[in-house]
């Protein structure tokens, strides 16, 4: 059974005749008996493909993760259910990055909160693109996740849509969750984070989520400006404190330039009609002026 909603569909023909596949013929004077039992294979779309490669690639990035969660102070259990609860890369590190720093709760909880309101804009797509239902619709909005969203858009069938977000969505899911185990284990047992030069690796790493998306202008003026304003703030204001204003600035920015980009509804303007040049069949130009009376016509 073909369910265009779930992750993994089945392609292929069944080919049964007769009651349990049993064959009869008749060749020759002889009867031959055969059994065919019904063929089913397994078969993955594009879109399918594409979101367990993504799934796989992201879910290794969980080990990194699951470590740096240990080193900033949270137990293997904590960092688990950071993992299973929050689920989204970039407020999770966002979040350790600000308790390794040493910020409060509150700090860390703001600065995820505030990196995870695209969260938000990804919903609206994904329910437009979904349109899901009863249980469906709560396990859409805990996957809506960057990768999901990424793989279904690169799409326009509207079935391969719905296989890429579940498929991206689960896989990533499974596998950032256990691999966050793995990398916590991994992390508890290393000891001091300073022994190893650990003690700024969750900051790189979000550095590294964050390196990617900077290919145009504006995104990178965003980030100078908030870099900016963590240097100038730090010194001064508690931890935790520098991530949330830099986070300010840069909505204050993001806002700025879209208010003053060009409009799409907007009429473009209307170029200006040049003056042709009179061509050489054309007559003179007539003057505007009456004419003056002549000595006969007076």
Do not use: C
């Not at 992750?7 to 349990?20: F, K, T």
């Not at 020759?28 to 993955?44: A, F």
């Amino acid at each position: 059974m073909n369910d265009p909603d779930w992750p993994l569909s089945v392609a292929g023909e069944e080919r049964a005749s007769g009651d349990e596949g049993v064959v009869l013929g008749v060749r020759e004077g002889r009867t031959n008996v055969s059994k065919e039992r019904p063929q089913r294979s397994w078969h993955l779309s594009t879109a399918q493909k594409r979101g367990l490669s993504v799934g796989l690639a992201t879910g290794l990035y969980g080990i990194s993760f699951g470590a740096l969660a240990v080193v900033a102070g949270l137990s293997v259990w904590q960092a688990s259910a950071l993992s299973l609860l929050m689920f989204t890369g970039g407020s999770q590190f966002a979040f350790i990055g600000v308790l390794g720093g040493g910020g409060s709760l509150g700090a860390a909880t703001a600065a995820a909160s505030l990196v995870g309101v695209r969260n938000a804009v990804y919903g609206v797509t994904a329910n437009a693109m979904l349109r899901p239902r009863g249980w469906r619709k709560l396990v859409a909005a805990q996957v809506t996740i960057d990768e999901a969203i990424a793989v279904a858009s690169a799409t326009e069938n509207p079935a391969e849509e719905r296989r890429g977000f579940w498929t991206a969505g689960i896989a990533v899911f499974v596998l950032w969750n256990l691999f966050t185990v793995l990398g916590a284990v991994a992390g508890n047992a290393l000891g001091d984070p300073k022994a190893w030069g650990l003690d700024g690796a969750a900051v790189a790493a979000f550095l590294g989520l964050l390196w990617p998306r900077l290919k145009a202008r504006d995104p990178i003026v965003i980030a100078v400006a908030a870099a900016l304003t963590t240097v100038l703030v730090a010194p001064f204001v508690p931890p935790g404190i520098p991530i949330i204003l830099a986070a300010v600035v840069a909505v204050i920015l993001t806002v700025a330039q879209r208010s003053v980009a060009p409009r799409g509804d907007e009429d473009p303007p209307q170029p200006v009609p040049e003056r042709r040049a009179p061509r050489g069949d054309e007559g003179p130009p007539q003057p505007t002026h009456p004419a003056q009376p002549q000595d006969g016509d007076r």
